[in-house]
């Protein structure tokens, strides 16, 4: 067992160093690009019209992209272990385990739109922070364009960094990524419109599911960070408990009230939910507040729960089903 546990530690080592001083790789060997490039494919050649059909086919979609992704990425690092062994194992797990979450990316994507907004360039912030949301931003105001850039960082600390690693603590790499096709095909069919209520309803609620504990579970280090960082934990908490059913996710609200709540502001998007009792926020550095908070409420999940939890349970785990597969194809 504790032959293992260096090697894991390794692991998680190199995927931190690569998101904090490489980041993501280019579209063209990002393998979450290429997920979204299967569920599409699938996606065209399902029929529209008959609504149980849809469902269905919706479904058998969504299993075999998770299946196709897992069983790959299992039967890689399988191989990778029984031919260049554990050292290298571990360096290419680091390595792909990166690519399934994004920590220091959000950083990234959010300071354009606060150097454009402190420049006094609304339009340009609204186009930059039209890179991180799928709602029309055309007409934003700046306190609005605050709020939509800073809920997206605040949504992304469950679906991109605490989820993803939560699943790998527990299960490895393969279990890292089920949940990041699981994620992908939400974000691309899970849209309650003509074209997807029934094709993306498997996923939609695929998606509820898997992210049902880590919504509710980051909470405390959100608070914990906020105490850290000298915020309004407080405030946090309770937001987080009288707003966490505003959007029409059951999950999306614990935790992004939190934030709102921690910082002193308002969370809006116009039509659909409020967040928080503070004003909307009218300052662009409240966005490096909210990357601050969700930086160190994930380093805090990671250090106290997936590292021991990868070293004692989710290496031995991924270990096993490389040796099972491997059995299974005679190797």
Same mark, same amino acid.
Not at 90 to 111: D, N, P, Q, R, Y
Not at 143 to 158: D, K, L, P, Q, R
Not at 282 to 294: A, Q
């Given at each position: 067992?504790?032959?293992?546990?260096?090697?894991?530690?390794?692991?998680?080592?190199?995927?931190?160093?690569?998101?904090?001083?490489?980041?993501?790789?280019?579209?063209?060997?990002?393998?979450?690009?290429?997920?979204?490039?299967?569920?599409?494919?699938?996606?065209?050649?399902?029929?529209?019209?008959?609504?149980?059909?849809?469902?269905?086919?919706?479904?058998?979609?969504?299993?075999?992209?998770?299946?196709?992704?897992?069983?790959?990425?299992?039967?890689?690092?399988?191989?990778?272990?029984d031919v260049l062994g554990l050292l290298v194992w571990a360096i290419v797990g680091g390595v792909l385990l990166k690519t399934m979450f994004a920590m220091s990316a959000m950083g990234k994507h959010i300071e354009p739109v606060r150097e454009a907004l402190l420049a006094g360039d609304l339009e340009l912030g609204r186009q930059k922070a039209a890179m991180m949301v799928s709602r029309d931003v055309s007409q934003l105001d700046k306190e609005h364009v605050i709020s939509c850039a800073a809920e997206s960082a605040a949504e992304n600390t469950v679906d991109s960094i605490f989820s993803p690693l939560f699943y790998f603590?527990?299960?490895?790499?393969?279990?890292?990524?089920?949940?990041?096709?699981?994620?992908?095909?939400?974000?691309?069919?899970?849209?309650?419109?003509?074209?997807?209520?029934?094709?993306?309803?498997?996923?939609?609620?695929?998606?509820?599911?898997?992210?049902? @504990?880590? =919504?509710? &579970?980051? %909470?405390?280090?959100?608070? *914990?960070? #906020?105490?850290?960082? /000298?915020?309004?934990?407080?405030?946090?908490?309770?937001?987080?408990?009288?707003?966490?059913?505003?959007?029409?996710?059951?999950?999306?609200?614990?935790?992004?009230?939190?934030?709102?709540?921690?910082?002193?502001?308002?969370?809006?998007?116009?039509?659909?939910?409020?967040?928080?009792?503070?004003?909307?926020?009218?300052?662009?550095?409240?966005?490096?507040?909210?990357?601050?908070?969700?930086?160190?409420?994930?380093?805090?999940?990671?250090?106290?729960?997936?590292?021991?939890?990868?070293?004692? @349970?989710? =290496?031995? &785990?991924? %270990?096993?089903?490389?040796? *099972?597969? #491997?059995?299974?194809? /005679?190797?």
């Amino acid at each position: 067992m504790f032959e293992l546990v260096p090697y894991a530690f390794l692991t998680m080592i190199v995927a931190l160093l690569v998101d904090r001083f490489i980041g993501e790789p280019p579209n063209a060997l990002h393998p979450v690009v290429w997920m979204g490039k299967v569920i599409s494919f699938f996606d065209k050649r399902i029929s529209r019209g008959h609504p149980r059909r849809e469902r269905f086919f919706g479904m058998v979609m969504a299993l075999a992209v998770i299946l196709l992704f897992s069983v790959m990425v299992l039967l890689l690092m399988a191989l990778v272990r029984d031919v260049l062994g554990l050292l290298v194992w571990a360096i290419v797990g680091g390595v792909l385990l990166k690519t399934m979450f994004a920590m220091s990316a959000m950083g990234k994507h959010i300071e354009p739109v606060r150097e454009a907004l402190l420049a006094g360039d609304l339009e340009l912030g609204r186009q930059k922070a039209a890179m991180m949301v799928s709602r029309d931003v055309s007409q934003l105001d700046k306190e609005h364009v605050i709020s939509c850039a800073a809920e997206s960082a605040a949504e992304n600390t469950v679906d991109s960094i605490f989820s993803p690693l939560f699943y790998f603590g527990l299960l490895g790499l393969p279990a890292a990524v089920a949940y990041r096709v699981s994620n992908t095909l939400d974000a691309m069919v899970g849209y309650l419109n003509d074209k997807y209520r029934y094709v993306g309803w498997f996923s939609a609620k695929l998606d509820d599911c898997t992210n049902f @504990v880590m =919504a509710r &579970a980051a %909470v405390p280090f959100i608070l *914990l960070a #906020l105490i850290i960082l /000298g915020k309004d934990w407080r405030a946090g908490w309770g937001a987080s408990k009288k707003y966490h059913d505003q959007t029409l996710s059951p999950n999306k609200g614990w935790h992004m009230s939190a934030f709102a709540g921690g910082l002193g502001i308002r969370f809006e998007k116009i039509g659909w939910y409020v967040m928080g009792d503070g004003p909307l926020p009218s300052d662009p550095d409240v966005l490096r507040d909210t990357i601050k908070v969700m930086t160190m409420a994930s380093y805090l999940f990671v250090l106290t729960v997936v590292v021991p939890l990868y070293l004692l @349970v989710g =290496a031995e &785990a991924q %270990v096993f089903l490389e040796d *099972l597969l #491997l059995g299974l194809i /005679g190797v």
